[in-house]
């Protein structure tokens, strides 16, 4: 049958590739055991294209100074035991280590062998081998690799690895020189699809072409430029969503308390720190007690947090703030006299210097959408953040504790009459923020340092967010840290870091002015705050 | 409300204990019993310039109602333009012997001078700038909050904000104000040696003068038919308006002149310890100054001086003494003040003549509920 005899033709086209080169695998194998470096090179670059199916194996163990020759020229592989296996077919041999000496390579032959396994891993087995190795391909921009693409071109069905595989073939078709000006045309476009960096730089390279080519390189870095630009935005918008998550999660508990009490708690800086300490403590002890369990040894520390800080703050509340109500700038003084005093214990208690908190695997590592780079760990806090929030919503909204805080907030005296213990209120209320804000330390403890100082570093931005965003108001708080984390990214490359913060505060003071109680006021009856 | 005898005694007291330790340190020989060694002549020199900040907070605070949580950062600009001059003044005996250039600069490799440095090697100009510079962004600042009637826990947030602001902008080299390591290593101060007891001696009897003379200011201000209104925008501001007043323009009025005060605490501060950073401008430092006012007792302008003076000799035993306690203390000083005793030393002894400012009713009403 006509089709299973072009197949028959495809593979032997694929297993003996022409008379191109004339050693076959064997001649390879037998030139490794010369003293000869040039054999040796030429060897590796014959063996790359041979097809065979041990080329790899034997390859990769000259990369490594596994191969090994005995005087009688067979070659051996040493595993990483000690033992050794027979080259050729794999079989383990039992050879003495002193009747062998290791094959020689020097720099001509180490790039041939770098250059073979590049090549080589494009008909690895494993797909993302193949595609990191096209990726190689295609950064290396080498003319002399057009044969073996064009060979792993024919034989792939990854769709990923294809599209990779193609990009690699068009940068070498756009380096060979003897490329007609329809393939260079193809590639060209093939590098406007791919618009990353790398491949700007590639048609940037591009000189002494056809004023055809030249037109249609230039027009295609004009496009990149813009796509590149585009994707930078979006990288702003990201990272500003990323750190306005962070400031949400530190300011959430901050509005509700400030909202409920009128109290600005000073020492809810101290509540995150507390709760990236329970993080650090959980760890400790699942790595002391159950191992097994590690790995989610963040998800256990979460309510850990919240019952911790959560408590903590229903004692304070008890012991100091109560007695402060009506008084909210006695109320500051005494909270930062308190966060002192947090954070002084914690120092005698851990110590001054950073705790290490693990990043459990499934939140390391980075995932790629189109030209942004997205790490897990950030995309876990942002998830994080918005669930925390739509909880505290729902409990405000559908519980009935949710009920009385908002009647507490609304009217206070009008609540008390109506039946509602406000006093106990406010200390659910102060344990509810503190809580939060015990969870937020949970996601801080992943991408900042769990130091006594972790609370302090956050403290004025949480101010920020929520005088910005309106006291008492979830989703004032909400668009409040998106916004000033957005403008923050969005200021860092054009001014720098500290810069751009000067600039984020400047503006907040000068919003203030425009709009006293933030950008989502409570509406109510009060004469003045 | 704050007797002419409490005020003459405290006059007496800080003059007369600055003059005794300056004649001591300079007539006594130093195997004396009674000679003042230069380290405590430099340590009270450095207290009465904290109590000048203490009497600016105080005068915000204890009569306008403005919770300050930034004045460090008046303290620290009087204390920058002084530091300027200073630098101006050591010439050619830098590290890299520049006569035009300080050496921070030199090390930057900067070719000229700033702008904003030239005429402060002249001292009336940079005694200008220490009450000028302070004055115009508290007016500047205090305008547009006051205006705006941005008041209580947002125009402390606000102001914790600006000084943060500062904070941030003198650690960048690029400001051209040494950025990180600040100003130090000064020489001169008026052709004087600054390391020279006897300079170190006039410094001392000169910051007592000057916040004698603050506290004169202070206290003919709250005395004034002007400081009655001020005590009444503070207790209830509304009123206030509703009866014609325009509560703004008495809170911005103490409010510059509170800053000048603290400005030139800071000018006082700096030739006595030899170097200003931009760490006088963090946060925790004018909370700390807060707190001296609320230990000696908010709105008795006495209270404040005692106060600073009362927490920061507490302050350099403790640290010298059991420095792992010190934070336990001070915030324990917070909370205790606070808590326990809300009209702070004043109120504990009830000196005659000495009525402390109430604090308004903790009650919670419609007009001051949460907002």
Same mark, same amino acid.
């Given at each position: 049958?006509?089709?299973?005899?072009?197949?028959?033709?495809?593979?032997?086209?694929?297993?003996?590739?022409?008379?191109?080169?004339?050693?076959?695998?064997?001649?390879?194998?037998?030139?490794?055991?010369?003293?000869?470096?040039?054999?040796?090179?030429?060897?590796v670059?014959?063996?790359s294209?041979?097809?065979?199916?041990?080329?790899?194996?034997?390859i990769?163990?000259?990369h490594?100074?596994?191969?090994? *020759?005995?005087?009688?020229?067979?070659?051996?592989?040493?595993?990483?035991?000690?033992?050794?296996?027979?080259?050729?077919?794999?079989?383990?041999?039992?050879?003495?280590?002193?009747?062998?000496?290791?094959?020689?390579?020097?720099n001509?032959v180490r790039e041939a062998v770098n250059a073979a396994l590049g090549v080589l891993? #494009?008909?690895?087995?494993?797909?993302? @081998?193949?595609?990191?190795?096209?990726?190689a391909?295609?950064?290396a921009?080498?003319?002399?690799?057009?044969?073996?693409?064009?060979?792993? #071109?024919?034989? !792939?069905?990854?769709?990923?690895?294809?599209?990779?595989?193609?990009?690699?073939?068009?940068?070498?078709?756009?380096?060979?020189?003897?490329?007609?000006?329809?393939?260079?045309?193809?590639?060209?476009?093939?590098?406007?699809?791919?618009?990353?960096?790398?491949?700007?730089?590639?048609?940037?390279?591009?000189?002494? $072409?056809?004023?055809?080519?030249?037109?249609?390189?230039?027009?295609?870095?004009?496009?990149?430029?813009?796509?590149? $630009?585009?994707?930078?935005?979006?990288?702003?918008?990201?990272?500003?969503?990323?750190?306005?998550?962070?400031?949400?999660?530190?300011?959430?508990?901050?509005?509700?308390?400030?909202?409920?009490?009128?109290?600005?708690?000073?020492?809810?800086?101290?509540?995150?720190?507390?709760?990236?300490?329970?993080?650090?403590?959980?760890?400790?002890?699942?790595?002391?007690?159950?191992?097994?369990?590690?790995?989610?040894?963040?998800?256990?520390?979460?309510?850990?947090?919240?019952?911790?800080?959560?408590?903590?703050?229903?004692?304070?509340?008890?012991?100091?703030?109560?007695?402060?109500?009506?008084?909210?700038?006695?109320?500051?003084?005494?909270?930062?006299?308190?966060?002192?005093?947090?954070?002084?214990?914690?120092?005698?208690?851990?110590?001054?210097?950073?705790?290490?908190?693990?990043?459990?695997?499934?939140?390391?590592?980075?995932?790629?959408?189109?030209? =942004?780079?997205?790490?897990?760990?950030?995309?876990?806090?942002?998830?994080?953040?918005?669930? /925390?929030?739509?909880?505290?919503?729902?409990?405000?909204?559908?519980?009935?504790?949710? =009920?009385?805080?908002?009647?507490?907030? $609304?009217?206070?005296?009008?609540?008390?009459?109506?039946?509602?213990?406000?006093?106990?209120?406010?200390?659910?209320?102060?344990?509810?923020?503190?809580? /939060?804000?015990?969870?937020?330390? /949970?996601?801080?403890?992943?991408?900042?340092?769990?130091?006594?100082?972790?609370?302090?570093?956050?403290?004025?931005?949480?101010?920020?967010?929520?005088?910005?965003?309106?006291?008492?108001?979830?989703?004032?708080? @909400?668009?409040?840290?998106?916004?000033?984390?957005?403008?923050?990214?969005?200021?860092?490359?054009?001014?720098?870091?500290?810069?751009?913060?000067?600039? *984020?505060?400047?503006?907040?003071?000068?919003?203030?002015?425009?709009?006293?109680?933030?950008?989502?006021?409570?509406?109510?009856?009060?004469?003045?705050? | 409300?704050?007797?002419?005898?409490?005020?003459?005694?405290?006059?007496?007291?800080?003059?007369?204990?600055?003059?005794?330790?300056?004649?001591?340190?300079?007539?006594?020989?130093?195997?004396?019993?009674?000679?003042?060694?230069?380290?405590?002549?430099?340590?009270?020199?450095?207290?009465?310039?904290?109590?000048?900040?203490?009497?600016?907070?105080?005068?915000?605070?204890?009569?306008?109602?403005?919770?300050?949580?930034?004045?460090?950062?008046?303290?620290?600009?009087?204390?920058?333009?002084?530091?300027?001059?200073?630098?101006?003044?050591?010439?050619?005996?830098?590290?890299?012997?520049?006569?035009?250039?300080?050496?921070?600069?030199?090390?930057?490799?900067?070719?000229? =001078?700033?702008?904003?440095?030239?005429?402060?090697?002249?001292?009336?100009?940079?005694?200008?700038?220490?009450?000028?510079?302070?004055?115009?962004?508290?007016? *500047?600042?205090?305008?547009?909050?006051?205006?705006?009637? /941005? @008041?209580?826990?947002?125009?402390?947030?606000?102001?914790?904000?600006?000084?943060?602001?500062?904070?941030?902008?003198?650690?960048?080299?690029?400001?051209?104000?040494?950025?990180?390591?600040?100003?130090?290593?000064?020489?001169?101060?008026?052709?004087?040696?600054?390391?020279?007891?006897?300079?170190?001696?006039?410094?001392?009897?000169?910051?007592?003068?000057?916040?004698?003379?603050?506290?004169?200011?202070?206290?003919?201000? *709250?005395?004034?038919?002007?400081?009655?209104?001020?005590?009444?925008?503070?207790?209830?501001?509304?009123?206030?308006?509703?009866?014609?007043?325009?509560?703004?323009?008495?809170?911005?009025?103490?409010?510059?002149?509170?800053?000048?005060?603290?400005?030139?605490?800071?000018?006082?501060?700096?030739?006595?310890?030899?170097?200003?950073?931009?760490? !006088?401008?963090?946060?925790?430092?004018?909370?700390?100054?807060?707190?001296?006012?609320?230990?000696?007792?908010?709105?008795?302008?006495?209270?404040?001086?005692?106060?600073?003076?009362?927490?920061?000799?507490?302050?350099?035993?403790? @640290?010298?003494?059991?420095?792992?306690?010190?934070?336990?203390?001070?915030?324990? =000083?917070?909370?205790?003040?606070?808590?326990?005793?809300?009209?702070?030393?004043?109120?504990?002894?009830?000196?005659?003549?000495?009525?402390?400012?109430?604090?308004?009713?903790?009650?919670?009403?419609?007009?001051?509920?949460?907002?």
């Amino acid at each position: 049958m006509p089709r299973s005899l072009a197949l028959i033709l495809l593979v032997a086209v694929w297993l003996f590739p022409g008379p191109g080169r004339a050693e076959t695998a064997e001649e390879a194998y037998a030139a490794f055991a010369t003293p000869n470096f040039d054999a040796i090179r030429d060897g590796v670059m014959a063996l790359s294209v041979s097809g065979d199916p041990r080329a790899l194996i034997v390859i990769t163990a000259l990369h490594d100074g596994r191969l090994y *020759v005995r005087p009688d020229k067979v070659l051996f592989i040493k595993n990483d035991d000690g033992t050794f296996v027979d080259a050729l077919t794999g079989a383990a041999a039992d050879v003495p280590a002193g009747a062998l000496k290791p094959v020689r390579v020097n720099n001509g032959v180490r790039e041939a062998v770098n250059a073979a396994l590049g090549v080589l891993r #494009l008909f690895s087995p494993d797909a993302s @081998t193949r595609l990191t190795a096209a990726e190689a391909v295609f950064r290396a921009r080498d003319p002399a690799a057009l044969p073996a693409l064009d060979r792993a #071109l024919a034989k !792939e069905t990854d769709p990923d690895v294809k599209t990779r595989l193609e990009q690699a073939h068009a940068a070498a078709v756009l380096s060979s020189s003897d490329t007609s000006d329809a393939d260079r045309l193809n590639a060209i476009s093939i590098m406007r699809a791919r618009g990353d960096i790398e491949a700007r730089s590639t048609l940037g390279n591009l000189t002494g $072409q056809t004023p055809a080519v030249a037109a249609a390189a230039a027009s295609a870095i004009t496009a990149i430029d813009r796509s590149l $630009q585009l994707w930078s935005v979006l990288e702003s918008v990201y990272y500003g969503i990323s750190l306005g998550s962070v400031l949400l999660l530190a300011a959430a508990g901050l509005a509700i308390t400030f909202g409920v009490m009128g109290v600005i708690n000073m020492a809810h800086g101290e509540m995150v720190m507390i709760g990236a300490y329970v993080t650090f403590m959980v760890q400790q002890s699942i790595r002391a007690y159950l191992p097994s369990i590690y790995s989610a040894s963040l998800p256990i520390a979460i309510p850990m947090a919240f019952i911790v800080a959560g408590l903590i703050g229903i004692a304070i509340e008890r012991t100091l703030i109560r007695w402060l109500y009506g008084r909210p700038l006695e109320t500051l003084l005494a909270t930062w006299g308190l966060s002192l005093v947090l954070q002084q214990a914690v120092r005698s208690i851990f110590g001054a210097a950073n705790r290490d908190v693990d990043t459990p695997d499934w939140m390391s590592g980075a995932t790629q959408l189109g030209g =942004l780079t997205l790490t897990w760990n950030r995309m876990y806090i942002i998830l994080f953040a918005i669930v /925390v929030l739509a909880a505290l919503m729902a409990a405000l909204r559908f519980t009935s504790l949710g =009920l009385r805080m908002r009647a507490v907030t $609304q009217n206070r005296r009008m609540a008390a009459a109506m039946g509602i213990r406000t006093p106990w209120i406010d200390a659910l209320t102060f344990g509810l923020g503190s809580g /939060v804000a015990g969870m937020a330390g /949970v996601a801080l403890s992943q991408i900042d340092n769990v130091s006594p100082n972790l609370g302090q570093s956050y403290i004025i931005d949480s101010f920020m967010v929520v005088v910005f965003g309106g006291v008492g108001n979830l989703w004032g708080t @909400t668009v409040g840290a998106l916004t000033l984390g957005i403008i923050n990214k969005f200021l860092e490359p054009v001014a720098g870091a500290v810069l751009g913060k000067i600039v *984020v505060l400047v503006m907040l003071i000068l919003f203030i002015q425009r709009r006293p109680r933030g950008m989502f006021p409570l509406k109510g009856r009060a004469v003045e705050a | 409300m704050i007797s002419q005898r409490v005020s003459t005694l405290t006059i007496v007291l800080v003059l007369g204990g600055a003059i005794l330790l300056a004649l001591l340190n300079q007539f006594t020989p130093e195997a004396s019993a009674v000679h003042v060694p230069a380290y405590v002549i430099a340590l009270v020199g450095k207290y009465l310039c904290f109590a000048m900040l203490a009497l600016a907070v105080d005068l915000v605070w204890g009569f306008g109602g403005i919770l300050p949580l930034g004045h460090a950062a008046f303290f620290a600009l009087g204390g920058y333009a002084m530091g300027m001059y200073l630098m101006r003044q050591i010439g050619t005996r830098g590290v890299y012997g520049n006569a035009e250039l300080p050496d921070f600069m030199v090390f930057l490799g900067w070719k000229d =001078l700033p702008w904003y440095w030239h005429g402060f090697e002249w001292f009336p100009f940079a005694a200008l700038m220490v009450v000028l510079v302070p004055g115009i962004l508290a007016l *500047v600042f205090g305008y547009l909050a006051f205006r705006s009637r /941005v @008041t209580g826990v947002y125009l402390s947030i606000m102001t914790q904000a600006l000084t943060y602001a500062l904070l941030l902008a003198f650690f960048r080299n690029d400001m051209g104000f040494g950025g990180n390591n600040g100003l130090t290593d000064f020489k001169d101060v008026l052709g004087f040696n600054v390391q020279a007891d006897s300079t170190r001696s006039g410094l001392l009897v000169l910051s007592a003068l000057f916040l004698c003379g603050a506290f004169l200011v202070a206290r003919f201000v *709250v005395l004034s038919r002007f400081g009655k209104i001020l005590i009444a925008v503070r207790d209830t501001e509304s009123r206030t308006r509703f009866l014609g007043y325009r509560p703004e323009s008495y809170k911005l009025v103490v409010w510059v002149l509170s800053a000048v005060i603290a400005g030139i605490g800071g000018a006082l501060y700096v030739p006595q310890v030899g170097i200003i950073n931009p760490g !006088e401008f963090s946060p925790a430092n004018s909370i700390e100054a807060v707190i001296w006012v609320a230990v000696g007792g908010r709105g008795t302008l006495v209270g404040a001086i005692l106060g600073a003076l009362i927490v920061n000799f507490g302050k350099t035993w403790f @640290t010298s003494a059991l420095p792992e306690l010190w934070l336990f203390a001070l915030g324990a =000083l917070f909370i205790g003040v606070t808590l326990l005793l809300p009209q702070g030393v004043m109120g504990l002894f009830a000196l005659r003549g000495v009525k402390p400012a109430v604090t308004p009713a903790p009650t919670i009403s419609e007009e001051e509920a949460p907002v």
